[in-house]
């Protein structure tokens, strides 16, 4: 198992490598930090100065080997925008990225994983095709009109619900901030995890349903049936053993899209995480943030790939044998 | 040759389904009122000669202030919705369908080589496709014109903003593409077909397009439909959170975003009714898109 | 009292090319602890008879007519928790692809005792002592060990004895085995049939055999079925029908198995191919291709009709 673990580790580094290469790549040639970071009426030996400090007059390489080490001590550099360290901006923002996603995605589990099997048992009932219909409409509604709609329900028009911000926090260790320990931060949360959620519960929807749908076609249903074995068993013991297998690889690349789509979501009620922080700079074209947060999406993918390789290994005894 | 293709399984499956047939009607008719906005718009809301900040905020028929000359009402600068709407779809359309043909000209290259080829060129275009597939599309697509917009000069970018936007959403697109049709292609190389030709001697290239290509245009076909769906939705997002199309050719995305700021103020039609016709927009396409899916799929027939 | 009678069995599937009939007014029956061999060419509609005893059917399909009895009681007619009950229990089921039909997340042992629970009222240690018996019985070596391994741990030809065991383990009196050495090695298939074979004499189950292969049958069935185009054509004792056929197309079947004494110059076949459902000739189906076809042969549909020590669908014997 462990040599498994380990050739996955290593088909990972040289991903990591290359995304990090496109980061510096990035970080060193759009744009030009020099003019940026000088105030206007710059002399010819403060820019010299500048460019020996950041130490662009070094070659390539060395500053792509800067580059990666400053990165793995968590320095990536001055946001262009704030003038601030990038690395804390990104620490500022990442739990109520996490809080907001980790919510999303068991929303979308809990609902979508029963309305996909009931959808594959029963094909043909009322019920079913009113399910298909909302996952059809869940698939074609984008996530910031959801949001927008919502928004102009249950905030505008009914008053219920908070439309932008998180609430009030509350401190949690060095650096974490969590909204789950009061009303006003859950009450937040409601509106912008459903409209994170509801992509994703209509896509695990559609997946079981169809996972479900190819199962209960196959052989070894056939011979459950002809052995006499009750529907209950069959659905929920063979098939559904069977379907959730493939269901939860994609579930877990997803949870790396949910972390990545929020970004629309937080835009439409100005949660203050992570995705908000690179759209807007990526409206200002401020390239460290956006080099720092592409070299973060690859490692968080890279870990939930891994994750899912592990998870596939202990759910599936085929994989298990190594001969 | 039109009755045989009526009678064809995939008419027959078509007349079947109704809402294949309503899908098709409502695309229909969204894609004639894009096409021939200029000349079926009851207004114009590029001409900003026209426009009179009197009108500004006339709400949509059925509530106080309304005017039949403005069916949905009218934005902050006077603009009608009705017709800002059928030029938005046009320009969300145009971009949709130019961006998911790039991504399938590219994409259905990729495969073909990947899959015919074999060998180092396979896994490693594969391999490509993979790690692309692993982050969601949107994403790709914007940091890929928040990489090209910040390296060109300020002058440029209104100018090209539009082709840049096409290409990243073809560019996040593509690995779709290209790995069905790279699994569809390993199937056919090793039929008897292909190895027929390759002794003749007829050039790979040629093999590729003119015997593996059309066997393979099924899958294709539905995956176009509902990358466009795709693509419309992500310009939409684009566009929204304003890495899009700049506002002077506003699309359905942008039209949203004005209307955005105007949620709280009570003129809620500015954005939900172009909000509304994209859902119909993509809604069409993905069952349109599913329908195909299902008549194709040779295991459910 | 028979203890499976099939009368006049139709079997009926809507297309939108118009309903086809892939069984037309079936009939046989089946003695308590007797083997009845079923053969004819693929597409004949042996399976599909087997799989419509059982209630497993699948859409569009459905039985049109004609009745299914099981000890005098009528099963076609059964709704589904009845009919489930009678599956596994009373009528067990062999399938062909052992590779697949057993399901690739749940243990060997899993599969027997849930089986066994699901019919037998039994503890679960019984149920497991009962299982390793039966793994033991169906010559899987080590049993008590191998009883928590999974199905890609074990070979074809192992996994279609599990497949037997599963098939037996609730006691049914019959048993429709439906080509259940197609997909194994030949010199697995023997084993795999002397399995059968002993197993079910032993507690005197019947068997429905279905196969296309005429050399099981003459190993194991008592009486033997031909079926040809959704009918049956002959049937009777193995032995009278394997040396003295009455239908032509038992004949020609018979010709044409290559014999291991004589060399021939060519191989025998019968010319032609069997009509497509849709496309079925007036009168005997199998008059295009019959040597020995005269006029009542292309206008009237013969039914079963005595024919010697067998019964054939054949106006010859009328």
Known sequence: MFGFIGSRLLQAIPVLLVVGFISFALFAYVGDPVSILLPQDHTEAQRLQLIKDLGLDQPFFVQYAHFLWMSLHGNFGISYRLAQPVGSLIAERLPATLELAVTASVLAFAIGVPMGVYTGIHRNTVLSRVFMTVSLTGVSLPTFLLGILLILTFSVWLGWLPSFGRGTVV?????????????????????????????????????????????????????????????????????????????????????GGIVAFSLVTETVFQWPGMGLLLVQSVTSADIPVLSAYLMLIALVFVIINLAVDLLYYAVDPRLRVRR | MLAHAWDSDLAYSFRRSPSAMLAAFIALVLAVGALFAPWLAPHNPMDVASLSLLDSF???????GADWSNLLGTDNQGRDVLSAIMYG?????????????????????????????????DAVLMRVADIQLTFPSILTALLVDGVI???????????????????????????????????????????????????????SWRIMLSHVLPNVIGPVLVIATLGLGLAVIAEATLSFLGVGLPPTQPSLGTLIRFGDDYLFSGQWWVTVFPGLALVLLVLAINLLGDWLRDALNPKLR | MA??????????????????????????????GEVLGVVGESGAGKSLTGVSIVGLLERPGHIAGGQILLDGTRIDNLPAE??????????????????????????????????????LPLSDADARKR???????????????????????????????VVIALALCAEPALVIADEPTTALDVSIQAQIITLLKDLTRDEHTAVMLITHDMGVIAETANRVAVMYAGRIAEIGPVETVIRHPAHP???????????????????????????????????CRFHPRCPKAFDRCRTDLPDLMDAGATRAACWLHA
């Open chain 1, 171 to 255: 401190h949690l260790g060095r650096w974490w901030t969590t909204g789950f320990a009061t009303t006003s931060g859950l009450r937040s949360l409601i509106l912008p995890a459903i409209t994170l959620g509801l992509f994703q519960m209509t896509l695990i929807m559609r997946l079981v349903r169809a996972e479900m749908l190819e199962v209960l076609r196959t052989d070894y249903i056939k011979f459950a049936r002809a052995r006499g074995l009750t529907n209950r068993v069959i659905h929920f013991g063979h098939a559904l053993k069977n379907t959730l297998v493939p269901v939860i690889t994609i579930m877990g690349l997803q949870f």
């Open chain 2, 58 to 64: 006339k709400p949509p028929i059925g509530m106080d």
């Open chain 2, 89 to 121: 779809m046009r320009i969300s359309l145009s971009v949709g369908l130019l961006s998911t043909l790039f991504a399938m000209v590219v994409g259905i290259g990729v495969g073909l080589l990947a899959g015919y080829a074999g060998g180092t060129t």
């Open chain 2, 149 to 203: 917009t910040a390296a060109l000069p300020q002058t440029l970018r209104d100018a090209v903003q539009i082709y840049v936007i096409i290409f990243a959403i073809g560019i996040s697109l593509w690995p779709n593409f290209a790995r069905t049709v790279r699994g569809s292609t390993l199937v056919e190389r090793n039929k008897d077909y292909v190895m027929a030709a390759r002794v003749i001697g007829v050039p």
């Open chain 3, 3 to 32: 203890l499976l009678d099939v009368r006049d069995l139709v079997v009926e599937f809507p297309t939108r090319r118009g309903v086809l009939r892939a069984l037309d007014g079936v009939s046989f029956s089946i003695e308590k």
């Open chain 3, 82 to 119: 009845p009919m489930r009950r009678i599956r596994g229990k009373r009528i067990g089921m062999i399938f062909q692809d052992p590779l697949t039909t057993l399901n690739p997340l749940y243990t060997i042992g899993r599969q027997l005792t849930e089986t066994m629970q699901t019919h």
């Open chain 3, 131 to 161: 299982a390793i018996g039966w793994l033991d019985r169906v010559g899987i070596p080590a049993a008590a060990q191998r009883i928590d391994a999974y199905p890609h741990e074990f070979s074809g030809g192992q996994r279609q004895r």
């Open chain 3, 249 to 283: 197309y038992t004949e020609g079947l018979m010709a044409s198995i290559p014999s291991l004494e004589h060399r021939v110059a060519r191989l025998r076949q019968i010319d032609g191919a069997m009509p497509r459902l849709d496309a079925l000739p007036q009168g």
